[in-house]
């Protein structure tokens, strides 16, 4: 018994020096254009998913029918998801086709059948992937407003898809960006007052 307790201990260190020495000498690419070993995605992906399926699971959802929630997460998901997670007509662009781990097209899995979990991870984001924590900018509501948009995303038109970020007014004022900017999106031109500003502001 005690053999074999020595036995696992040396190969687990062995194994762990192993480890260190691939990364200290710089075996370990981390190139965005190298994808992970299969092993190594897997057992990434599986981190992810348990992770937000934990921290998901005492979320409650608010009614994600509700037609304000839904267009005021029209404008939001416009200018600030749609570049990585595309739109109804949006194929791709330089972000979605780039980044490594690619962002998944959200106008086919829309909240995934996990609002809970849609909800936490744009909130906080995704460690080390492109996907940033939103809570960061936006208050809870706002992402709400997103997530009961992409629970009706894939059953979307580019038409219907258009007509609904035009009613929301474009990008909401509050809804997360924390520069001021016109409504083109472009940041605010110099000639704006304080007070413009801050009106631009949240
Ligand atoms: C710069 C690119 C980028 C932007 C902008 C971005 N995301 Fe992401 N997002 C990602 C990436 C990359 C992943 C996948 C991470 C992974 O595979 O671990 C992701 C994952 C997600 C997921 C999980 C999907 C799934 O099936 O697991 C959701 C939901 C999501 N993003 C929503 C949003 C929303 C909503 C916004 C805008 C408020 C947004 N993202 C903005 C890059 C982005």
Redesign the pocket.
């Known amino acids: 018994m005690k053999t074999t307790i020595k036995t696992v201990v040396a190969t687990s260190a062995v194994a762990g020096a192993a480890v260190l020495a691939t990364a200290y000498f710089g075996l370990v690419n981390v190139g965005a254009d190298d994808p992970h070993f299969p092993a190594v995605h897997a057992f990434l992906a599986m981190a ?1 998913e348990r992770s937000i399926e934990v921290r998901a699971r005492d979320i409650e959802v608010p009614n994600l029918k509700d037609e304000a929630l839904i267009i005021a997460g029209a404008g ?2 416009n200018a ?2 749609m ?3 595309l739109a109804p007509g949006v194929e791709r662009t330089e ?1 979605s086709q780039a ?1 490594y ?4 097209d ?1 106008t086919r ?1 829309g909240v ?1 059948g996990n609002p809970a979990a ?1 909800f936490w ?2 909130k906080h984001g ?1 460690k080390a ?4 924590a ?1 809570g960061k900018s936006m208050d809870d509501p706002y992402i709400w407003g ?1 997530v009961a948009f ?1 629970d009706q995303l894939p059953r979307m038109n580019a038409e219907q898809y258009a007509g609904l970020v035009a009613s929301s007014g474009g990008h909401q004022h509050g809804g997360g960006e924390s520069q001021p900017h016109d409504h083109a999106g472009q940041p605010a031109a110099k000639t704006h007052t304080h007070k413009d500003a801050k009106a631009h502001r949240h």
């Open positions: 992810r939001n998901y600030m998801c570049g990585c997670h972000l980044l781990p690619a962002p998944p959200l899995t995934g849609a991870t744009i995704i992937t492109g996907m940033p939103w997103i992409l």
